[in-house]
T-cell receptor
Framework: GAVVSQHPSRVICKSGTSVKIECRSL??????MFWYRQFPKQSLMLMAT?????????EQGVEKDKFLINHASLTLSTLTVTSAHPEDSSFYIC????????????FGSGTRLTVV | AQSVTQPDIHITVSEGASLELRCNYS??????LFWYVQSPGQGLQLLLK??????LVQGIKGFEAEFKRSQSSFNLRKPSVHWSDAAEYFC?????????FGAGTRLTVKP
């Protein structure tokens, strides 16, 4: 079946530094990927939609300059949290849309970001 | 406004008992409907999905869900819960290319 690899699974960084999270579709090409943020004991909130070769579409209230998304190939999207602060600590999950399936969303295993 | 509602934040059932998790949606048209399960610190695993056709959908791990258009509901059921079913369950709807999630229901299974 379709597999999406998300890396790293956990990362701790210092305030003010930047962190990059990768989302790869391993066995299909994904023109569209999505980035979600999940606070403890809460649901997933869509942050942005990433389209290969074009700019990402951000949801209202999400700072595009803080959460940089790059979808340079059909199998890789990256989310960079720039100048991270403790309030950016969260669980980030990506998903990739498999065009070969009807609504074929496959989720990564998530990244736990802790900013100290 | 478009929304996905899971009315129950937390449900506790005994192992072997039946389970029903509720999900209601509010969209202009019939959306694509999904149920996902999430274990702590993990990503989401798809249990089942509904696009059209038979309104009773069978999924993995013995789960099923029934789409009721008149009630705008897509409730998840399992006849006999196992301790390993303890997790967070999310109902989601897909409209266009977007997927929106309910707030989730945390399932605790008592021995």
């Amino acid at each position: 079946g379709a597999v999406v690899s998300q890396h790293p699974s956990r990362v701790i960084c210092k305030s003010g530094t930047s962190v990059k999270i990768e989302c790869r579709s391993l066995d299909f090409q994904a023109t569209t990927m999505f980035w979600y943020r999940q606070f403890p004991k809460q649901s997933l909130m869509l942050m942005a939609t990433s389209n290969e070769g074009s700019k990402a579409t951000y949801e209202q209230g999400v700072e595009k300059d803080k959460f940089l998304i790059n979808h340079a190939s059909l199998t890789l999207s990256t989310l960079t949290v720039t100048s991270a602060h403790p309030e950016d600590s969260s669980f980030y999950i990506c998903s990739a849309l498999n065009p070969g399936q009807s609504f074929g969303y496959t989720f990564g295993s998530g990244t736990r970001l802790t900013v100290v | 406004a478009q929304s996905v509602t899971q009315p129950d934040i937390h449900i506790t059932v005994s192992e072997g008992a039946s389970l029903e998790l509720r999900c209601n949606y509010s969209y202009g048209a019939t959306p694509y409907l999904f149920w996902y399960v999430q274990s702590p610190g993990q990503g989401l695993q798809l249990l089942l999905k509904y696009f059209s056709g038979d309104t009773l959908v069978q999924g993995i791990k013995g789960f099923e869900a029934e789409f009721k258009r008149s009630q705008s509901s897509f409730n998840l059921r399992k006849p006999s819960v196992h301790w390993s079913d303890a997790a967070e369950y999310f109902c989601a709807v897909g409209v266009g290319n977007d997927m929106r999630f309910g707030a989730g229901t945390r399932l605790t299974v008592k021995p």
